[in-house]
């Protein structure tokens, strides 16, 4: 498939799983085709995760659904659907009512399958959205914590922390993870927004690229226009790919240690959000600094190489 002049050599190669609120707002389709379009990254799967908090254009219940829904439409337009659609699995449909119990999908036992099969190689979960279904994996089997890391996209600003959208949508999923044996790397949101673009450019270097950048370009419009009577967001031209922080922790050099911090895992308070000091629990990274130019110059680069010039920018 890739018509790249260059070669990853096996033992650099990291299993990967995607899970994606892709039909939330506009940035996820960018992030799902670029780990895709990466050749470092086997994907082993796809979760299909809910955004219930917070959002009215869908009936409640159906926002995994939607999801899963946008993930085949990625798909089909990179023209790879033959290679992942049995790969492509369905998360929770809500948040956890409380900690006790999990919320069983086919994208919770996924995880489990993933992480216990035997593979030499690193296993990472990229939480994109909601953090429910890694949360009810860890509750159906333990034993998974040692055997993956989890890189999410969600938190609020250190050190207070406060409302955020991903962790909005499940605050008690956030603590099981938080609070358990599993690797986390957390890019929270002042970091997140640090993938900044404007439309001209997603113009220039997007939308002429193939059916899947004309795609990408569009639906970024159409939410934009769709939107605009929001007081605070979003900002009229430009945009941010937050969920791209997931590949730019894969992609930078592990010697490179200077872009995040490690402390003990904190939790959340349930109703504010607000961090809240856990000194008995595990150290976790979180980043403060993220290459962001890099990563969407390579994310340009492979979608142009990969996809021929289709049109104009008009």
Known sequence: MFKYMYEVPEEKKLRLIIHTDAKNEADDQYAIVHQLLTTKLDVR????????????????????????????????????LDEYKNRVYMGASEGLPDSAKPLISDGARFIVEEALRDDSRPLFIGMQGAITDLACAILIEPEICSRMTCIWIGGGVYPQGGCEFNLSQDVTAANIVFSSAMPVWQIPMNVYKQFAVTLAELQLKVQPYGKIGDYLFRQMVEFNLMCAGN????????????????????????????????????????????????????????????????????????LQIQYPKTGSCL
Do not use: C
């Open 231 to 302: 007081a605070n967001w979003p900002h009229g031209e430009t945009w941010g790919l937050g969920d791209q922080g997931v590949i730019s922790a894969l992609l930078d050099e592990l010697e490179k240690t200077d872009g995040f911090t490690t402390r003990p895992a904190p939790q959340f308070d349930p109703v504010t959000m607000r961090y809240i000091d856990a000194p008995e629990n595990r150290e976790i990274r979180i980043y403060h600094h993220m290459n962001a130019r890099q990563t969407l110059e390579d994310f340009f680069a492979k």
């Open 45 to 80: 799967g796809i979760i299909a995760g809910h955004f219930e908090v917070g959002q009215n254009r869908f009936a409640a219940g159906t926002t995994a659904e939607e999801s899963y829904r946008e993930i085949i439409k990625v798909l089909r337009l990179m023209d790879v």
